[in-house]
T-cell receptor, first 113, second 118 residues
Framework: DAKTTQPPSMDCAEGRAANLPCNHSTISGNEYVYWYRQIHSQGPQYIIHGLKNNETNEMASLIITEDRKSSTLILPHATLRDTAVYYCIVRVALRYNFNKFYFGSGTKLNVKP | DSGVTQTPKHLITATGQRVTLRCSPRSGDLSVYWYQQSLDQGLQFLIQ???????AKGNILERFSAQQFPDLHSELNLSSLELGDSALYFC?????????????????FGEGSRLTVL
């Protein structure tokens, strides 16, 4: 049921930017793109979300293509603590207040010294 | 600390048994979500409750059931357990989400209940 496609794994050198891609080619106009991450077996943690425009917060930046069919999560200066599974999720708004959040398999980001 | 509390943290039981997992959402959150994560797998959405009512259903087996109580805590009941039910079960909560205002729609996850079926 997941509506996103992500590479299964990526490596990144510590201190460099990590760019994690996500394909969501069937996204519809009122669906948001969310990114979460899961460190080891902890509960997933919210990172950022967006609809059309690029977004930035203290954790990351989200770049959404103009056609909204893909996005990239950018961790500007990856640290070892950023090693985690990163999930890209499209929020399906079923109706008022009722949303399924489908998680795919995510991308395992390995940050290396 | 997300504010979402799940109990028990660990549970070991035998095939054929029944267990109940409990979730207390963040104070004021009306929606509760349940997810299952088998070993090295992604999170599978099971079910969502909003203010006591079931609102969305995912890949939940008939042997599983859930409810949300008036105090907003939720329980996930797993019965006739099989080896394949061994997994991490996460609960998440969120506040009011509308389509006509810019809400983060953020889910707050608990630390999970690890179920082992022997």
């Amino acid at each position: 049921d997941a509506k996103t496609t992500q590479p299964p794994s990526m490596d990144c050198a510590e201190g460099r930017a990590a760019n994690l891609p996500c394909n969501h080619s069937t996204i519809s106009g009122n669906e948001y793109v969310y990114w979460y991450r899961q460190i080891h077996s902890q509960g997933p943690q919210y990172i950022i979300h967006g609809l059309k425009n690029n977004e930035t917060n203290e954790m990351a930046s989200l770049i959404i293509t103009e056609d909204r069919k893909s996005s990239t999560l950018i961790l500007p200066h990856a640290t070892l603590r950023d090693t985690a599974v990163y999930y890209c999720i499209v929020r399906v708004a079923l109706r008022y207040n009722f949303n399924k959040f489908y998680f795919g398999s995510g991308t395992k980001l390995n940050v290396k010294p | 600390d997300s504010g979402v509390t799940q109990t028990p943290k660990h549970l070991i039981t035998a095939t054929g048994q029944r267990v109940t997992l409990r979730c207390s959402p963040r104070s004021g959150d009306l929606s509760v979500y349940w997810y299952q994560q088998s070993l090295d797998q992604g999170l599978q959405f099971l079910i969502q409750y909003y203010n006591g009512e079931e609102r969305a259903k995912g890949n939940i087996l008939e042997r599983f059931s859930a409810q949300q109580f008036p105090d907003l805590h939720s329980e996930l009941n797993l019965s006739s357990l099989e080896l394949g039910d061994s997994a991490l079960y996460f609960c998440a909560s969120s506040g009011l989400i509308t389509l006509d205002r810019d809400d983060t729609g953020e889910l707050f996850f608990g630390e999970g209940s690890r179920l082992t079926v022997l």
